[in-house]
């Protein structure tokens, strides 16, 4: 039996992987996930390294760390409770993991200036792997006082770093109406958004606001009671809108796929988990301008140096089985998109710099 299909017989030894091992949470698509993984961290065997760049509860890199034996993972995470929970639960695995408190698109820095074993490994060999879980995780959400969730009052925050930063009753409090109006539009996708944008301003200069029962009650008031019986939860957009622009997440995804894929070795492949439409579309125009040729159009082969070096592993965006779906909830929006480098030497360095 050959190592790869040892791990094949790995993932599917973990299908029935213990929930309470999860922390309540199943890790959207894992089987899949390691799946797409597998080639490239076989390839790279004693020297592979993944990045998961959305560690959260780390039910992906328990997953990943159980599955492949000779693997070693970089946990990054923005929220440092849920770096310290996560590594905690990742102990018993002791050098094969290393956790790193930072925005995702900084992985490439972090890595060219860590210190440690899996650091040198990285520097040396590039990464064998990378995987992003994009959006807010469930830990997140099953934090009340963080303000994720429209279905209980809370504080309106919803940073994925509560250490720094503007808060969804700061964008609420001081954006113009034209750019509450954009953000809403443009990162929720809400039709009424210049509409939900005038009452905030409206009901603002009565008083600042603060929690999300406020901004839901204003929202049930504000859109169609025709919209509101068919098209979900009235606040749900607005929710993703604020938190998507508190944290800056489609900044920090354009910013991490060319950090992430340079830092890729041959053979390496980097997988984006896509909750949303904006960050699906995000990440396949990224992929589709790596794996274009750059021979001009009407030629029959590539000219020397204009070859992709890069391809994409997933035909269009995949989505999770009914099986999945009926497992994990979650899984029912997600679409996943994988690439592969075919030639080039690996390099790391952090968004819009050099190492």
Do not use: C, W
Request: glycine residues 8%; aromatic residues 6%.
């Amino acid at each position: 039996m050959t190592a790869q299909d040892k791990n094949t017989d790995n993932v599917a030894n973990n299908i029935n992987y213990d929930i309470a091992e999860n922390h309540g949470h199943v890790p959207v698509m894992r089987e899949r996930m390691a799946q797409l993984l597998a080639p490239a961290i076989e390839a790279a065997g004693s020297n592979a390294v993944v990045v998961d760049g959305t560690l959260g509860a780390g039910g992906h890199a328990d997953f990943f760390l159980r599955t492949f034996p000779n693997l070693h993972v970089v946990g990054v995470d923005r929220d440092g409770a849920s770096l310290a929970a996560a590594t905690e639960r990742l102990e018993p695995f002791e050098d094969r993991f290393v956790g790193v408190n930072a925005r995702f698109d900084e992985v490439g820095g972090e890595i060219a200036r860590g210190e440690g074993a899996i650091f040198d490994i990285a520097r040396e060999h590039g990464i064998a792997g990378a995987l992003f879980d994009l959006g807010v995780s469930s830990m997140q959400l099953d934090q009340v006082e963080r303000g994720f969730a429209y279905k209980t009052d809370a504080p309106l925050d919803m940073r994925m770093d509560p250490s720094h930063g503007i808060t969804a009753a700061d964008v609420l409090n001081t954006y113009s109406h034209g750019d509450l109006a954009r953000i809403l539009k443009t990162y929720g996708d809400e039709r009424f958004a210049g509409k939900i944008a005038s009452a905030v301003l409206k009901e603002r200069e009565k008083e600042p606001f603060s929690n999300s029962e406020r901004l839901v009650e204003l929202l049930y008031a504000t859109i169609p009671a025709a919209t509101r019986r068919t098209g979900g939860h009235p606040a749900k957009r607005t929710f993703q809108a604020l938190r998507v622009e508190v944290n800056r997440e489609l900044e920090a995804i354009e910013q991490v796929i060319p950090v992430i894929t340079d830092a890729l070795h041959v053979g390496g492949r980097a997988v984006f988990m896509s909750y949303q439409s904006l960050e699906d579309r995000t990440v396949k125009q990224a992929f589709a301008e790596l794996a274009a040729s750059k021979t001009p159009a009407g030629l029959p082969m590539d000219l020397p140096g204009t070859a992709p070096k890069f391809k994409t592993v997933t035909r269009g965006a995949e989505k999770a089985s009914a099986e999945e779906i009926e497992e994990n909830s979650r899984a029912a929006s997600v679409r996943v998109r994988a690439i592969e480098r075919l030639e080039g030497e690996p390099h790391l360095h952090p968004p819009g710099g050099s190492a």
